[in-house]
């Protein structure tokens, strides 16, 4: 299967979309060619700004250019679009409901050689606590596009987070991407996987081999971590009786957490997390990462089959 990372994704989508909306700036701090924001540089000079090292100041920026009526997309690494502006994201962004797009490339474990410092597993959790801010984390390259196409048109805050590794291209380009609904990729009755971004892949992978030895799962690939479709997770919760969920993130305060919480008061039944378990990122090849802290498609296929027999 052909890969590509949403990166990439995000970075066509911006230069397509510069002609679509003559009113759209796109905003760097020092890392076009990384994030991709390049792709729209070269198209849209005169409506790119680099704000050089200075995330924070970028987030006041990009607020105070959409009071005078232009729709923003602000760019960085996860670690310092979430992590060293958060200040500014939810004090000059979320608070006043502005109209600005946080494109934030590199999250999660699979940034590999750049190590903790850079490995962003907090940032899904600290954009989700945030009142009316939209959390998007797209599973490949098309739903990437289309993420970013749709969170241009909507009105307010969204926060969009981008892989820097290649990955399974799992739609096409006529996927038809809606905010704030999951995905039924296989249907099942034995349990559920709920995954998301990178590790939508892997299960994927995963049901595709449990499914050889017998094992009926369903998949539900959720790209909007919030508002989260908490009637996909309830059905699924009430006709398979497991949930397990997966993703390039902590444990705490992401998918895993946010399934949790619907599930708790709604209907509870177990919910087994996948994820980075409370600890930081190291140094390393992604691949080598991913097997480490258990993101992989047989840490899945192990999982669902060691909490069926509860």
């Known amino acids: 299967m052909e890969k590509k990372a949403t990166r990439d994704a995000y970075g066509q989508a911006l230069a397509d979309l510069g002609a679509e909306i003559e009113n759209l700036f796109v905003l760097d701090a020092d890392l076009a060619k990384a994030t991709k924001t390049i792709m729209f540089k070269k198209k849209y000079p005169e409506r790119f700004i680099d704000c050089g090292i200075s995330e924070a100041n970028m987030m ?5 250019l959409v009071t005078c009526g232009n729709v923003v997309f602000a760019s960085s690494f996860a670690m310092f679009a979430a992590g060293r502006a958060f200040e500014q994201v939810r004090n000059s962004i979320a608070y006043p409901k502005l109209n600005v797009k946080i494109g934030a490339t590199h999250g999660g474990i699979s940034v590999g050689e750049d190590g903790a410092s850079h490995q962003c597993c907090e940032d899904i959790a600290l954009m989700r606590v945030l009142p009316g ?4 984390n797209p599973a490949d390259y098309w739903e990437a596009y289309h993420a970013t196409k749709a969170a241009a048109k909507m009105n307010g805050p969204v926060y969009l987070r981008f892989g820097r590794l290649a990955v399974p291209m799992l739609k096409d380009k006529s996927y038809d991407f809606q905010i704030g609904k999951g995905d039924l990729i296989f249907d099942g009755t034995d349990a559920t996987v709920i995954a998301t ?14 499914r050889q030895e017998g094992i009926s799962v369903r998949l539900i690939n959720m790209h909007t971590i919030k508002p989260l479709d908490e009637e996909i997770v309830i059905r699924a919760a009430q006709e398979t009786g497991l949930i397990i969920t ?8 992401g998918l895993g957490s946010a399934v949790c919480e619907v599930l708790a008061e709604r209907c509870p039944v177990p919910v087994i997390r996948i994820g980075v378990r409370d600890v930081f990122g190291q140094s390393g090849p992604a691949a080598e990462l991913l097997v480490h802290y258990g993101l992989t498609s047989a840490n899945i296929v192990e ?8």
């Open 197 to 210: 971004g990178l590790l939508t892949g892997e299960a994927v992978t995963a049901c595709e081999a449990l």
């Open 303 to 310: 999982t669902v089959k060691a909490n069926l027999k509860r």
């Open 133 to 136: 801010m939209t959390v998007i």
């Open 60 to 64: 006041g920026t990009a607020a105070g």
């Open 246 to 253: 997966a993703e390039e993130h902590s444990v705490i305060g």
